[in-house]
């Protein structure tokens, strides 16, 4: 086991009841490079992600297509979600389902410890019921339809009609929990990241907490309740609990206590349910909270969310196709400030990634590689004295990697892009200014030419263990020419200190290849 602390990460689980889009492939890079990044310096790092496949909302899709639910979410299972990890290249240690045998046990087992310690109790609610967000509206989060809808009152995000709902349910109770939270919120200032949204959480419990209903008898496509079988648990509630029961909760105590508490990253449109109603869910039960939860922004198109139920979906693969798994991880690490919204354009990733990645680091990699072989054979160099220059590129290796170390600690994603790429740009103007094509033509100056692509090289080695966990397709070829043992194994957090091959190898082609035509037919 890594001598690190325990990392535990973890993704919201996807509906199932649609195929993926790049807002839900978003969060999945954004897991996965702090999961890498994490592993890589030594954590006990561990992704997990999933989906979420019970409720009224699966239920109708499964319907309307004339197949049962678990039919359903098999297939999309199968052919669109698993798929979309390797898409992306998302390097995860489990996948949970919500059908899956193990997570149904261990709702069951948490849902009867709150029931036996008092914390449920039966009821009668009313309310207007979004199936969209699976979940009661307040009227404040309800806004005048327009189209089809015109003089019905639709939900805000789904822009459908809400429908009113009138059960006798199970109550889960929530208020009693006001405020704990409000303390939580107070105690542990970074609970709820980044801060426009943790205002936000708070401004809402402060206005009072309302209990939670969370069984429903008008359907059964979800888990029995254990002790009234003619109830099912409220999906959300189901859904959260894959947190718990993926890493053995109730089953395996050691496995549990190693992992939790998890690292939460989301959507900011469910922030409620994982600061609000997931803290106090895991309080009823005597557990930990989270360490953090944090809300990212949307993608947006044409500045509006992308979804599919709005027709603006684009699907991962669309972009991979054309630019690799690599650049779609780069490109919305990169320009997207993570934790606000982000417009998503294939102007904006054609030209980073022509300026960025191909002529950027690219370039770099294939000039610093090209020199060594026709300058030395291939030999790695031995530096000589170091000039001013050589040195700065030196202070730059390490002064970017302790940034970027510190920045992935905030979830500032792209601001240890940023900082890394310092390096990309100093080191492309260092070749620029010590032209060793030039200092190459003279014999006397053999020294200085080992020297400065030696230093070239000891950068283009730290910039490629930094960049493993965002690009790792990329890094991994290169590291097949420059470096020494596993990419992986270079400790990110001390990259600077890599070990490189005494040879280079050719590269056989560059890593980011031009793109002939950028944009396929809308
Ligand atoms: N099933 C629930 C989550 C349960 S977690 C216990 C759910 N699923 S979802 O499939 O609708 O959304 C999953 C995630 O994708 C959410 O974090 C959501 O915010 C994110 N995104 C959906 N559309 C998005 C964008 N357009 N942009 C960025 N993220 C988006 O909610």
Request: proline content about 5%; glycine content about 8%; hydrophobic content about 40%.
């Amino acid at each position: 086991m890594p001598a690190g602390d325990s990392f535990f990460i973890a993704t919201p689980i996807f509906y199932v009841n649609d195929v993926p889009h790049i807002g839900h492939a978003y969060t999945e890079v954004a897991a996965d490079v702090l999961a890498r990044w994490h592993r890589q310096r030594g954590d006990d790092a561990w992704l997990l992600t999933g989906t979420d496949e019970h409720g009224q909302k699966i239920l109708r899709t499964a319907t309307s297509h004339g197949v049962t639910p678990q039919e359903w979410a098999d297939k999309l299972v199968t052919e669109s979600w698993k798929p979309l990890l390797k898409t992306v290249d998302i390097a995860n240690d489990d996948f949970i389902r919500t059908t899956d045998a193990r997570h149904e046990a261990g709702v069951q087992k948490f849902l009867q410890k709150l029931y036996d310690d008092g914390f449920i109790y039966q009821g009668e609610f009313e309310g207007f019921y979004c199936v969209g967000c699976e979940e009661y509206k307040q009227p404040s989060d309800l806004v005048p339809g327009t189209g089809a809808y015109e003089g019905e009152q639709v939900c805000a995000i789904h822009s459908i009609p809400v429908e009113v709902l009138q059960e006798s349910n199970y109550f889960f109770r929530m208020s009693d929990f006001e405020q704990r939270l409000l303390d939580l919120y107070e105690a542990q200032p970074d609970f709820v990241q980044p801060d426009s949204v943790r205002n936000e959480v708070v401004s809402f419990v402060k206005q009072g907490l309302r209990d939670l209903s969370i069984s429903r008898q008008s359907f059964d496509w979800g888990v029995k309740v254990p002790w009234d079988e003619k109830h099912v648990v409220y999906v959300w509630f189901d859904a959260l609990l894959n947190y718990v029961t993926a890493i053995g909760y109730g089953v395996d105590d050691d496995e549990f206590r190693r992992r939790w508490p998890a690292v939460q990253l989301v959507g900011k449109d469910i922030v409620r349910f994982h600061a609000v109603i997931w803290p106090a869910m895991l309080m009823a039960a005597g557990l930990p909270v989270p360490k953090n939860v944090f809300g990212h922004g949307w993608l947006l198109v044409g500045g509006e969310k992308m979804s599919k139920s709005k027709l603006t979906g684009i699907a991962p693969q669309q972009i991979t196709d054309v630019f690799g798994a690599d650049a779609f991880r780069y490109y919305f690490m990169r320009a997207i400030t993570f934790g606000q919204d982000g417009n998503f354009s294939w102007e904006d990733i054609a030209a980073r990634y022509q300026a960025e990645l191909a002529n950027g680091f690219g370039n770099l990699a294939s000039r610093v590689v090209a020199m060594i072989t026709r300058y030395f054979d291939g030999t790695v160099p031995v530096a000589g004295d170091l000039t001013e220059a050589d040195l700065a590129v030196r202070e730059t290796e390490l002064r970017v990697t302790a940034e970027a170390d510190a920045a992935i600690d905030r979830f500032a994603i792209n601001e240890a892009l940023a900082s890394i790429w310092q390096l990309v740009d100093q080191l492309n103007g260092y070749i620029t200014e010590q032209e060793p094509w030039a200092i190459a033509k003279d014999s006397s100056q053999r020294e200085r030419l080992a020297t400065v692509l030696a230093t070239a090289l000891r950068g283009l080695g730290t910039l490629t263990v930094l960049l493993s966990p965002f690009i790792p397709t990329a890094t991994h070829t290169l590291w097949q020419s420059i470096g020494q043992g596993e990419l992986t194994s270079q400790p990110v957090d001390r990259a600077a200190e890599w070990s490189s091959a005494p040879e280079v190898q050719p590269l056989a082609a560059g890593l980011f290849p031009r793109i002939e035509q950028p944009e396929p037919a809308a």
